[in-house]
């Protein structure tokens, strides 16, 4: 139960004096969440999530709502944060940063199919696409100044041969250069569990795309290669040819790939497994007090990696 | 059949490439609806409704438009504009000012309750308050300066005894002092098929609240005048007091009415029936040339406006 900040009804009620959303009807708890403490809270007028930050600042967290609000505002069906009677996206609850957003329909599939991956490309090519006149520029928070940062404090925990292939790939991904790839706000973190799907008659509809509290603006296609790192992989890791094709190929008929993104593809795919096999190994050998969750398993991303230093997946 | 202008799915389908919101699913017309052309439009994301204005122009939309964005923004479930990739909320098609909105689940009432009432009464209270904040300053189009205009057109069609009854009417509410009155963004037209409700369990659920296209900024008493001549009436046009204790009650519960509203009141629910009198009257025989609709029956206010200038209906 990731309820990590408890608060009455009571208190709930009275923090939605301030909203124009109607009076709590109901509210409980979400289970899932690894960052924050959620609440599905039901008022008179509408279904709404109640978000309290546990780590992030009021500071930071201006990027990330706006960006939510410019792309639900766009069309992608993401959480709405919902303003105050001061038209503010962002109050304080129970000593807490917290936000109210829309509640939106459907829920995660484990085992996607192709049909899934290219909505998932479809969309993931919109929200790049509605994202280019969003004004905020916040970096990636995991992006190479992170690794620079992260990886001398896991290596001391690494075998010689992992710790070999750390620094292999850290000073590999450190050559490469990503100036001439298109860049914009990406969510950086759209894994199988942050898509809602609903299924409509035969055909499954994507309902919502949640949890931006990883975007950040860097290359487009490392958004897409950590898409596919998790949405296109069989259990070994290895990249399905079926389900990558839809993917990439919904995605780049809505935003066509560049020449030098095609040359930029293999490293990507690469520094996306790079990037969530630090973060693994960094919950897993440094979590941070009083950190209540449980760590994936740091392997699934080095077998990832090292399959993508040694097979190559095409751009299409 | 309202649908004045049509567009075929491919006109759509190309104009949809402006937008975020994935490709064309189906289409198709919808009958409802005096003023515009109204198309249900599904796209691989979601669920949407395409409006292409007959009457008002670029200029005028601009209020209207974003003023339901603004409210959209803050909970009210009204339908929300989606922004293009140049974040415009107006475009065009077919020639006409065209714009895609939310589409909202449930479906009007045609006999509410003093439940369905409530509701109503406090999501007008929640509309006027999350209204406070917004820019737009568009007077009421309908307001007095409409009836200064449209009764002696009028006029020369009615009998003596109802010439005699708008000419009195119009000098009495021309004798009223508004200015001390909260003033605001308000629907103005907030009739019960404008209004979208759901079952959910025993409770009905206000689900959304449509057609801005007559809103503008005038006394928020006078909005709830509207609306009380429209939900809280019995077949003889007199007001219901249980329905209307609900829903001043639940309105009164969220914004308070002031003693100058207390005062203004029995004029206000005159004006309203006024209002609407005079544009049914003009409707009916002075219909704008290639005008397609039934003109409702303007009898129907015209014997409200006789019963709320000889019976009083209290402010609570």
Not at 290 to 298: F, K, N, Q, S
Request: overall charge negative.
């Amino acid at each position: 139960m990731s309820v990590f900040t408890k608060v009455s009804p009571h208190q709930v009620s009275l923090w939605l004096e301030n909203y124009a959303v109607g009076e709590l009807v109901e509210m409980s708890g979400i289970a899932a969440g690894i960052e924050n403490t959620n609440y599905f809270v039901t008022t008179s007028q509408g279904e709404f999530v109640l978000t309290l930050f546990e780590r992030l600042t009021a500071a930071e967290l201006g990027f990330y709502l706006n960006l939510m609000a410019h792309l639900a505002h766009h069309g992608i069906p993401c959480p709405a944060p919902v303003a105050d009677r001061q038209s503010a996206l962002l109050g304080a609850l129970a000593g807490k940063p917290a936000t109210l957003v829309t509640r939106l329909s459907g829920a995660p599939i484990s085992r996607p199919t192709a049909q899934n991956c290219e909505a998932v490309g479809a969309m993931l090519a919109q929200m790049h696409l509605a994202g280019r006149s969003y004004a905020g520029t916040q970096e990636n928070p995991r992006g190479a100044n992170w690794w620079r940062e992260t990886a001398p404090k896991v290596t001391a925990f690494l075998d010689p041969s992992r710790a070999a292939l750390l620094a292999s790939e850290l000073e590999f991904q450190f050559g490469q250069r990503a100036e001439s790839l298109p860049r914009g706000p990406i969510h950086a973190d759209l894994f199988r569990d942050n898509v809602l799907f609903e299924s409509a008659g035969e055909a499954p509809r994507l309902r919502g795309v949640l949890d931006f509290y990883f975007a950040g603006v860097d290359t487009l296609l490392f958004d897409v290669a950590v898409t596919i790192n998790d949405w296109c992989i069989d259990d070994r890791g290895e990249i399905d040819a079926s389900r990558a094709q839809a993917l990439l190929g919904a995605y780049g008929r809505r935003r066509e790939f560049s020449p030098s993104e095609h040359e930029a593809w293999p490293a990507m795919l690469r520094a996306a497994a790079l990037r969530f096999w630090l973060s693994r190994l960094d919950d897993f050998y440094c979590p941070r007090p009083g950190e209540l969750t449980h760590a994936h398993d740091p392997e699934h991303f080095r077998r990832i990696l090292e399959l993508r230093r040694t097979k190559v997946c095409p751009l299409r």
